[in-house]
């Protein structure tokens, strides 16, 4: 971690928020995830093992940096886990464009939450499943409801106290295109 990084510091909640959104993403070994709003990669490369492939996107060149030199610590080539420093809105378009199917897409905006561009190129590649993870319950629900609009079903929602005796909750929210396990 970079003195500009950005990392849940409360890493056994973070933890657990990370469970709770593989648990929601329920991915199979053949599926291609896309993470967009990155950051470290810590969400999609803690999920690597139950993929194909990974792609995430994050906007802050260290946090991106940091990504790949976590992914290269691990052994993962860039055929396995690929991390592009792009405006996730921009990305995701340009992801969409080339035709990208990503089967899962996890998404952990700022609390400011996804930009149109990005939901709309989320709606446009269709994953199966959406994985929001949200600091800001207000966009969580606004982005939700975008994509509910869009031919998504919000199945479940799961607030983690990432942030003992304050009002502050991350939230897990899990969006479906079609029928869930519900196990």
């Not at 946090?63 to 052994?75: H, I, K, S, W, Y």
């Not at 592009?84 to 998404?107: I, K």
Request: glycine share 8%.
């Amino acid at each position: 971690l970079g003195p500009l990084s950005f990392y849940q510091v409360n890493t056994l909640a973070a933890e657990h928020l990370y469970g709770i959104a593989a648990q929601y993403a329920q991915l199979t070994p053949d599926d291609l995830l896309l993470d967009l709003y990155c950051g470290m990669g810590t969400i999609g490369l803690s999920m690597l093992a139950d993929c194909r492939r990974l792609v995430g996107v994050e906007v802050v060149p260290q946090a991106v940096d940091g990504a790949r030199q976590t992914a290269t610590r691990l052994g993962l080539d860039a055929d396995r886990a690929d991390f592009r420093c792009q405006d996730a809105g921009a990305a995701a378009a340009q992801l969409a464009a080339e035709g990208a199917r990503p089967d899962v897409t996890v998404v952990d905006p700022p609390r400011k939450g996804c930009d149109e561009a990005a939901l709309t190129a989320i709606a446009e590649m269709a994953p199966r499943t959406v994985v929001m993870v949200s600091c800001n319950a207000a966009t969580a629900a606004r982005d939700t409801k975008w994509l509910t609009e869009h031919g998504y079903k919000a199945v479940e929602v799961q607030p983690v106290d990432l942030f003992p005796r304050t009002r502050h909750v991350e939230t897990v929210v899990l969006l479906s295109k079609g029928e869930v396990d519900s196990k």
